[in-house]
């Protein structure tokens, strides 16, 4: 009798411990509300054109796409004639620079030491920047290029340079009309346009769109443990993160001092992305972790009050990898050249 008490035991706890169905976890991520990306490209960019907050005003065209390309990898969006949005967030680095604090003008630190976030799939976040100061991507583009620790470029000399170029001129009227004036917001909307088609279908999606095959068994058990331990409280929608949340609600977190970031004026913080993580270290709005695990951890810790160990996170940071995505094909484009009356680079 104790042997079959012993053995029914057993047989309990492995099915307690066991991967739930396919068809159990993809109820799991819907009760949490996470969302896969749609199957096909027409679908995706349907969904974007529905969730960009500027995407009616400003709508998404080939000719702007390829303009917003070339406005993107132009360092001369920045006083120096260094620095482009491409510097820090990088399009072969996971969309990321991969350094603690963003460097910019003087090679200088971010003032607050805060991280550069991915740009891949930015257009699903529901606000930009750390603190949730953007609505969307054309208004965030401006921040960066007027930011003296950033770009350190005056609205003024930005237009000045790209209405200075005959064939940038000529590329704004492609795209916007013959009688267009270029201003600073019209750069950094264009800027906006292309950011929208930054986005990266990965395994995740498929396994969710109904490929059982997608994921491996073990990152399905870290999905489920994902899901189970709570992490979909703030990494949720199709981004599985990009709201404000609080933060270090359960504990005090370890690095909270350096750059000395609060959030915004209630104390919240953008939740980013997880997409694409596996590529984007380091982690936190200050880059204070390196190791994906370690962050997984610190996470349970200040924001679930739980403990998660080395096994759990490792099988967490395998489900994490299933969000590395199918990245655009990107090339780098041929930029027209200055003329004589393009303003030169200024170091001060």
């Known amino acids: 009798m104790k042997k079959i008490l012993l053995s029914l035991c057993a047989s309990v706890a492995i099915a307690l411990c066991a991967t739930p169905s396919d068809a159990s976890l993809r109820k799991m991520l819907k009760d949490n509300g996470i969302q896969a990306l749609p199957k ?6 349907a969904l974007v054109d529905k969730v960009a907050p500027d995407a009616k005003s400003n709508k998404t065209t080939a000719a702007k796409v390829e303009l917003g390309k070339m406005l993107y990898f132009d360092p001369r969006l920045s006083k120096s004639n260094l620095i482009s949005c491409n510097t820090c967030h990088n399009l072969g680095l996971g969309g990321a ?7 910019g003008h003087k090679w200088q630190p971010n003032g607050q030491h805060l991280n550069s976030p991915t740009v891949y799939n930015s257009v699903f976040n529901e606000i930009q920047f750390w603190d949730g100061r953007a609505a969307h991507l054309a208004e965030q583009a ?11 470029a005056p609205k003024a000399l930005i237009v000045e340079r790209i209405n200075s170029i005959p064939e940038y001129v000529e ?6 009309g013959a009688n267009t004036k270029i201003t600073f917001e019209l750069i950094a909307s264009t800027i906006g346009v292309y950011e929208r088609t930054l986005i990266t279908p990965s395994p995740f999606d498929d396994f969710v769109n109904g490929n059982d095959k997608a994921l491996s068994k073990e990152q399905k058990e870290g999905l489920a443990i994902f899901l189970e331990k709570g992490c979909a409280s703030c990494h949720n929608g199709i981004n599985l993160g990009g709201t404000m949340q609080p933060f270090a609600v359960a504990k005090n977190y370890q690095f909270a001092s350096l750059g000395g970031f609060k959030g915004n004026k209630d104390g919240l913080v953008k939740a980013p992305t997880l997409r ?4 984007t270290a380091p982690y936190f709005h200050n880059g204070a972790f390196w190791n994906l695990t370690d962050a997984i951890k610190e996470m349970g810790s200040i924001q679930l009050d739980i403990d998660i160990d080395d096994k759990e996170a490792n099988k967490i940071a395998k489900f994490l990898d299933s969000l590395t995505g199918r990245k655009p094909k990107i090339e780098y484009p041929m930029l027209p050249n200055s003329t004589a009356k393009t303003p030169k680079p200024e170091f001060k």
């Open 40 to 45: 096909t490209q027409a679908q995706i960019q």
């Open 171 to 176: 590329a704004f009227k492609k795209a916007y």
């Open 142 to 152: 401006q921040g960066p290029i007027e930011n003296p620790v950033e770009m350190a």
């Open 97 to 103: 620079d991969l350094v603690p604090a963003a460097i």
């Open 276 to 279: 694409n993580v596996a590529q």
